[in-house]
């Protein structure tokens, strides 16, 4: 434990104290005088009270350990930092780079959807004017008393209703609570 300039000036005084106070209990000793006993011991222990006092003080205001462990904190936070604001610097990067994929995609999305959509009314129109056609030829075979082409009637999808079945027709009337025939 270092001192400083005053602190040592006062274990000093105070040692020269406890010197003293020794002395004069040692005279007092040899000389039989309770007065000078009584005396230096008092005076040795004012002088051991301004010792413990001084260290005391120095210990309490001794903030070294204290200072080491938060510069070294600092220092840890400040990399934390330096770490957390270069992840970030990344990450913005990668979002921006994203971004510009996204839009770049979205461009050429925009520009297929574009193309297949001409295509796809090109075609539409086509067919369009292929059925059109196909509907004005049938109009005017119908208008001039042709009949159509088999053909073309066996081409056409037509839904089939189903024939009611003998068996279906008895379940039926029982069904109703009729008996059957």
């Not at 000093?12 to 000078?36: I, P």
């Not at 010792?51 to 938060?70: G, P, Q, S, Y």
Request: with cysteine.
């Amino acid at each position: 434990m270092e001192l400083e300039g005053s602190a040592r000036a006062t274990i000093v005084a105070a040692g020269a104290g406890m010197l003293a106070g020794l002395s004069v209990v040692a005279y007092g000793a040899y000389r039989g005088n309770l007065a000078h006993v009584v005396a230096g011991t008092c005076l040795t222990l004012v002088t051991l009270t301004v010792c413990a006092l001084v260290f005391i003080r120095k210990w309490i205001l001794d903030t070294r350990d204290e200072r080491r462990i938060l510069g070294a904190t600092q220092r840890a936070a400040e990399v934390e930092r330096s770490r957390y604001v270069a992840a970030q610097a990344a990450l913005e990067n990668e979002q921006g780079r994203l971004r510009q994929d996204v839009a770049a995609e979205h461009h050429a999305l925009a520009v297929r959807l574009t193309a297949e959509r001409a295509a796809l009314t090109t075609e539409f129109e086509a067919k369009r004017g292929e059925y059109m056609a196909e509907a004005m030829e049938v109009a005017v075979r119908l208008i001039v008393g042709k009949k159509l082409d088999p053909t073309q009637v066996a081409s056409a999808k037509l839904i089939q209703f189903p024939q009611s079945l003998p068996h279906q027709q008895r379940e039926r009337s029982r069904e109703h609570g009729v008996v059957g025939p």
